[in-house]
Structures are given as C-alpha cells and as structure tokens.
C-alpha cells in the first residue's frame, strides 16, 4: 500500500464539474487500496480575482498581512468543495487549511517559507481510512498570522508535505500532461520529457517555466523526495523528476529545454564614476528594497567612466527606476534609463558540461531569426539572453528548432 500527495492545480479544480473528476480520481486510489493525502490550489482566476480587489482598495501600498488573510481564501473554497465532492462517492474525506495542519512558516507575508509540518492530524486521518484535503500555498507564522508562499506556492505545499510525511510520491496534476521542452502553449511541436534532471527542472523553473514552483523544486531535491507531473485530464506516465544525473546526462540530449520569462525589466545607469564601490553604492540600496537583481553587465570603463546594466521583476521597475533617479547624484550623476518591455529566454540541459558550442549555436539561430540579443548571462548548465519582448515567441519557437527538440533523438552533436 502506498501513499501518494496528490496537488491538483487551478484550472483541475477549475468548476464544480472538475472538482467532481478530482474526487473520480482521488476514490479510484483509495478504491485501489492506497493512501492519499489530496493539496489544492484556489480555483483558476480566483487567486488574481482577489489581488485586483486588494489593489483597488490600496493602490499604493497593499498591506501584505490582510493581502495573505484574503488570498488563502481561495485555496479554503477548494478543500470544502473537494471534501464534500468525495464524500458524496463515500469516500471519506476532511478539509484542512494551513494553519489547522499546522504548516509552520517564517512571517515574510506573500513570500513565506516553510519551516515546519505538524504531520498528526494528517496521519490520524489516514489511520481513519479518511482523505486528509490540504489548502496549498498557505501556512501560518509563530503569532498565528495567516501566510502564503508566493504565486504557484500550492506545489511547494505538496512537496513539503510529501516529505513530511515520507510520501512514496509527490504528484503534481496539472492542465499539461508532464513537462515539456518548453511551454506546450508557445511552441505545439514542444515535446513530453519522460524524464528530466533535478538539476534542469530547477534552472527551468528558475527561468521561468512555471510548470512547477522553483521553491517546489528545491524543496524535492533537499528531500529526495519522488516528484511527476502529470495530467489531472487524461491518463498518462507524465515526467519524473529524477536525481540520478550521472546515469541520465549519459542518456540526455545536450539541451534539454527552453525556459522564458517574460515579466522582465532591464534598466541601465550610464556615466556613473568608474571607482571601486560603484556597484556595491548601485546595487546595495535595491537590495535593501527588498528588489531581486537577476542579470548584471558592467560595461568596461572608458575616461573613468562605466555603464551599468541590470535586470529586474518587471513589477519593480518603477520603484527601481525611481530610486535610481534619486541617487542620480550621490551616484555621480549617471543617467538612468530603461525597458520594462523585455524578456529572458534560456537554454538549458546538464549534457552542455561536455559539450561546447552551445552559445553559439543559440546566438546563430537567433541571428538568423533577426533577434537582437541585450544582454547574455551563462552558467554550467545554462545560457540566457535578454531579447525584445515582442520577439520571444519567435526566438523560443527558434531554439526549438535549433535543438531539435521536437525530435526523440538525442541531439546529434
Ligand atoms: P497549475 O494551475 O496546475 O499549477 P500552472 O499554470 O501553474 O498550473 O502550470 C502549468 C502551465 O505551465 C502549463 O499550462 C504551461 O503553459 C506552463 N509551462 C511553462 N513551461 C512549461 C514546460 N516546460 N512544460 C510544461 N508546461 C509548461
Ligand atoms: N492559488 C495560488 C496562485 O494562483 C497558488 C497556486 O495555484 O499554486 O498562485
Ligand atoms: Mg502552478
């Protein structure tokens, strides 16, 4: 007998009619004699249907703690609903949120991490033969405040509580049956991995694929813990997250996917004084505002002078651009300006430790495809370029190409 963590995602739980075909599924386990313990997400729309009513109350500064009490009311709605859906096919089953499980988070409201699980009322209601149905991405901090872990964060819930409770799966079901070379919704020649490295599910999901949440990711590989994503819609095998990578970077095509994000913004300070410390004096007040800085390019100094280039969560632009202005003298009086209209588009796959050429290979097709290239970024298993938002489907679908991804074969090179 086994015991599953079953996540099912917005668009899963979607209707009433979808919550019904969960519970089919989630009866047909227990029918076939193993365990589960069933997470949730809000349903599709629900989650940005009540942040747009917290902006229009506080447009400028939203308050994250009541933003935290309003969002983790979502995922409340689908554990009932779930609940009921399986008690209505006798299959016995109970609701719980995050602060009832007891899932223990740090108090960063809208970005929390979790600490700690309390696994006792989950595994009384396993003993019980009873379905324990988990709120996603909602926990609760040392003072009984309600807190959530970021948008997508339903799929850390799942994996959290797999490894809390020693899961012998951690199923993610999705409106996608698996992971794929990149988003299925962009390229349609994009093709299912059976398999795919840790390693490259986390560089994916860092760059942007949200198929999973990074923290997910990182959270399986701090525990092992067996992960797949799958269709909540149609049977299927889905992707198996493995560890193995030795055995799998043997058997693996050099590029293994290709990951965007498109909610990207670049701003770039120029003239400022070419001294040691500049970056430091640039780049330490953004941190302090609590902002992410993901790709940095100095420019190489002429007359003891640099520019200086960096890109950001497009949400941060104006906040960035604004501080900058500010500093504009302190920082020597560099000229600031910007684009909050670009995105990042990366390749990605653990075979490139062995092979060379990649880069270039990447800088051709999107040549060829007339795509101007702002900024690039690599890393051992990755490279990343910074292009015009308006093009990105045309470089994905590129590098598609390029790689020959839609094609079983490992690449030939
Ligand atoms: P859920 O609501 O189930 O959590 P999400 O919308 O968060 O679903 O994630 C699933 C979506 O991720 C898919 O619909 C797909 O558009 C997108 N996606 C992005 N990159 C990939 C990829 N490489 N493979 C599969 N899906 C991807
Ligand atoms: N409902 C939350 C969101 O939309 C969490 C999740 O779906 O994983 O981001
Ligand atoms: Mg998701």
Avoid at 80 to 90: E, I, P, T, V, Y
Avoid at 139 to 166: F, H, K, P, Y
Avoid at 336 to 356: C, P
Wanted: proline share 2%.
């Amino acid at each position: 007998m086994a015991l599953y963590v079953m996540k099912y995602g917005g668009t899963s739980v979607g209707s009433v009619e979808r919550i019904r075909r969960v519970a089919d599924q989630v009866a047909a386990v227990r029918a076939g004699g193993d365990d589960a313990v069933i997470v949730v997400s809000a349903m599709s729309g629900e989650t940005n249907r009540l942040v747009a009513m917290a902006r229009e109350i506080m447009p400028a500064t939203v308050d994250t703690r009541e933003l935290d009490v309003l969002l983790s009311t979502g995922e409340q709605v689908t554990i009932a609903l779930l609940s009921m859906a399986l008690k209505a096919l006798n299959c016995d089953a109970r609701s719980w949120t995050g602060a009832q499980v007891r899932v223990l988070t740090d108090a960063a409201h809208s970005k929390a991490r979790i600490v700690d699980i309390n696994t006792d009322r989950l595994r009384a209601d396993i003993e019980a033969g009873c379905v324990p149905v988990v709120a996603g991405f909602q926990g609760v901090d040392e003072q009984g405040n309600i807190t959530t872990l970021g948008r997508g964060g339903s799929d850390t819930s799942a994996v959290a509580l797999a490894a809390a409770l020693g899961a012998d799966e951690c199923r993610i079901y999705t409106d996608v049956d698996g992971v794929y070379t990149t988003d299925p919704r962009v390229e349609s020649r994009a093709r299912r991995l059976d398999r795919i490295t840790f390693e490259e599910m986390l560089e994916m999901a860092s760059l942007g694929s949200k198929v999973l949440q990074i923290r997910a990711v990182e959270f399986a590989g701090n525990y092992n813990v067996p992960l797949r994503v799958l269709s909540s819609f149609e049977p299927g095998p889905g992707t198996l997250i493995t560890y193995d990578t030795e055995e799998d970077e043997m058997e693996q095509a050099v590029v293994s996917g290709i990951a965007f994000a498109r909610d990207e913004a670049q701003v770039t300070i120029t003239g400022v004084p070419d001294r040691p410390g500049i970056a430091y004096a640039i780049l330490g007040p953004i941190s302090d505002l609590n902002i992410v800085v993901d790709m940095i390019i100095q420019n190489v100094g002429a007359d003891g002078l640099t520019d200086f280039t960096f890109t950001v969560n497009r949400d941060d632009y104006a906040r960035v651009i604004e501080h900058l202005r500010s500093q504009s003298s302190e920082l020597g009086g560099g000229s600031v300006s910007g684009d909050d209209r670009v995105a990042k588009l990366s390749v990605v796959g653990v075979g490139m430790r062995s092979h060379a050429g990649i880069a270039s290979r990447m800088f051709r097709a999107l040549s060829e495809a007339g795509i101007n290239l702002r900024l690039i970024s690599t890393s051992e298993i990755k490279v990343s370029v910074v292009i015009d938002e308006k093009y990105l489907e045309l470089g994905v679908r590129s590098l598609h190409e390029e790689f020959e991804l839609a094609n079983a074969s490992v690449d030939p090179d």
